[in-house]
């Protein structure tokens, strides 16, 4: 079982980036795919999550509105657009593969690896 996360970098606030996580090893349309982050000395966040059986979407609350969550099923891949990003923003994402429990409540049964996202103000 593979999640692959990428995309994070360093941006200005206001700015864009793109993560995706790929994943393999496993069946894609059993699971809903969740972006979560964790800032230092922060508790870790339900960022936002997809169903990949039914497309339906999941924010937070401090991301809505901004973060665009989008699947490409034929390629098990699932993406998060960010946009006018914010320094609190900074943070590790992680994707993760599991089942929507009640958001942001999230049963997780397989984790990638995180990618930097750093926003400077």
């Known amino acids: 079982v593979q999640l692959q996360a990428s995309g994070g970098g360093l941006v200005q606030a206001g700015g864009s980036l793109r993560l995706s996580c790929a994943a393999s090893?496993?069946?894609?349309?059993?699971?809903?795919i969740g972006w979560f982050r964790q800032a230092p000395g922060k508790e870790r966040e339900g960022v936002s999550c997809?169903?990949?059986?039914?497309?339906?979407?999941y924010y937070a609350d401090s991301v809505k509105g901004r973060f665009t969550i989008f699947s490409d099923n034929a390629k098990n891949t699932v993406y998060l657009q960010m946009n006018s990003l914010k320094p609190e923003d900074t943070a590790v994402y992680y994707c993760?593969?599991?089942?929507?429990?009640?958001?942001?409540?999230?049963?997780?049964?397989?984790w990638g690896q995180g990618t930097q996202v750093t926003v400077s103000s």
């Open positions: 993760a593969a599991g089942y929507i429990v009640s958001w942001p409540e999230y049963e997780i049964h397989y």
């Open positions: 090893g496993f069946t894609f349309d059993d699971y809903a």
């Open positions: 997809i169903s990949s059986s039914d497309g339906s979407t």
